[in-house]
């Protein structure tokens, strides 16, 4: 019959991600019809085989991709009926991975799942994907905690929930749970100025400006009160080493011109500069304050004044809670997820 062999020709295309992602949003009929040239009855045949197939599902009136079956005819899916999730991570050494996967795992526990981890090397984007790769194989659903950015649209292909922790989601692909960057930078920047600084930098990993919003946040706030910033109020690396000599530059000019307020991308950034001045005997953080970001418990220095605070418990539950949902079939409003986050002394 001829929907017949038209519904194996779509469930093909669906397989081969022609239709997108998992949970991601199917055509209606009408759209369906026109596009097939095809009658509505036909149509609606179609969407019957797809529905008792489990591959489409209808959520109120829209259509939507199902998970179940897109992975179903793998072995090892169909072997396991552990309720599993997956989580990668690219530093196994990193205090705030550290903290963010325990939070996880209690948080997937209180949901009665279990958690395979994939530590990936963070220099090494190959190793990504493979970690993707044998979690999306084994797990239910996803969660990774590097910046899919960095991986182009890879991430996007593949066909089951996917949560991205500390980042941005991807509209119609997969959501993200993060503090909002932009604000979290406007506030550190109306702190600093309370403070009564007079010079301002920020100092980031290397990333483009599109991803860092901290940066974009801070850089608005200080023009919005008058503020001359430019390229010279901000210090990006990729090495300790280059972090040391750009640092110690910038903060040696900026210092002699009165106080200096300082943002750190994030609090292991600030333990770095911390390092530097103490090794490199500089008084700087005497006649500075330094305002950090994920407030992880890694200080024994009175230097440290500031970070940006959240709760890691809130960021996990959210994440895990978002990543069952879409595994028990709800996937409406594929979207970026804020935290609450506050400003928190650290002496």
């Known amino acids: 019959m001829k929907y017949l062999a038209i519904a194996n020709e779509v469930e093909r295309r669906i397989l081969n991600g022609e239709y997108g992602v998992s949970g991601g949003k199917f055509p209606s009929i009408r759209e369906f019809k026109s596009k097939e040239n095809v009658s509505s009855s036909t149509a609606i045949k179609i969407y019957g085989v797809l529905k008792e197939n489990g591959l489409i599902s209808l959520k109120g009136k829209n259509y939507y991709l199902t998970y179940a079956l897109i992975r179903r005819g793998t072995e090892l899916y169909k072997n396991n009926d552990k309720r599993l999730i997956g989580m990668l991570y690219p530093d196994i050494d990193n205090k705030f991975y550290i903290l963010m996967s325990k939070a996880v795992k209690a948080a997937a526990k209180e949901k009665g799942y279990e958690v395979i981890s994939y530590y990936c090397d963070a220099n090494d984007p190959a190793d990504a994907i493979v970690g993707m790769n044998v979690l999306s194989e084994v797990t239910r659903g996803v969660l990774f905690m590097c910046s899919h950015k960095d991986y182009g649209d890879y991430f996007r292909r593949y066909r089951i929930p996917l949560v991205a922790i500390g980042a941005s ?12 960057g932009f604000g979290a930078g406007r506030i550190v920047a109306q702190k600093l100025m309370s403070e009564k600084c007079y010079k301002f930098l920020m100092v980031s990993p290397e990333m483009n400006d599109e991803e860092n919003t901290r940066k974009s946040g801070f850089k608005y706030e200080l023009e919005r009160m008058n503020e001359q910033i430019g390229d010279e109020n901000f210090i990006s690396f990729s090495t300790d080493a280059e972090l040391k000599v750009k640092f110690l530059k910038k903060a040696d000019e ?20 911390l390092d530097i001045c103490q090794a490199h005997g500089r008084n700087i953080l005497e006649k500075s304050y330094v305002i950090g970001f994920d407030n992880l418990p890694i200080f024994d220095n009175a230097g440290v004044y500031s970070s940006v605070a959240y709760s890691f418990k809130d960021m996990a539950k959210k994440s895990v809670g978002l990543l069952i949902s879409r595994i028990n079939g709800d996937y409406d409003n594929l979207t970026t997820h804020f935290i609450p986050f506050h400003l928190t002394s650290k002496i």
Do not use: A, M, P, T
């Open 169 to 180: 989601g991807e509209d119609g692909y997969f959501d993200g749970v993060q503090v909002d």
């Open 254 to 273: 900026f210092i002699k011109e009165g106080r200096l307020g300082v943002f750190c991308y994030h609090d292991l950034v600030l333990k770095s500069i």
